[in-house]
């Protein structure tokens, strides 16, 4: 069983940066692609960010060039540095990871950007 829990939510102004942290049960993060979802207020889950286990990156049109994903496989954590935050980035943000056929999901971490 594999639980993922997130931290370092809360609210920022526009302009700011917060940084997310997805801590892993197990060292599932280095063997496994990692992703951070969003979902927002009457809107669908939607892929944020994701990186492999060889370090491939991707990102969200919406967030290329402000939010960068990483993993510290020592501490079986995946990172999300969030700059230049915009009110439509105010979501609950979640990490994920699917391994084989299972998915696994954190609780979610609730990021809200407003002056």
């Known amino acids: 069983q594999v639980q993922l829990v997130e931290s370092g939510g809360g609210l920022v102004q526009p302009g700011g940066s917060l940084r997310l942290s997805c801590a892993a049960s197990t060292s599932i993060v280095r063997f496994y692609a990692m992703d951070w979802y969003r979902q927002a207020p009457g809107k669908q889950r939607e892929l944020v960010t994701g990186?492999?286990?060889?370090?491939?990156?991707k990102y969200a049109d919406s967030v290329k060039g402000r939010f960068t994903i990483s993993r510290d496989n020592a501490k079986n954590t995946v990172n999300l540095q969030m700059n230049m935050l915009k009110s439509e980035d105010t979501a609950v943000y979640y990490c994920?990871?699917?391994?084989?056929?299972?998915?696994?999901w954190g609780q979610g971490t609730q990021v809200t950007v407003s002056s």
């Open positions: 990186i492999t286990s060889g370090n491939t990156t």
């Open positions: 994920h990871v699917r391994v084989g056929t299972v998915h696994y």
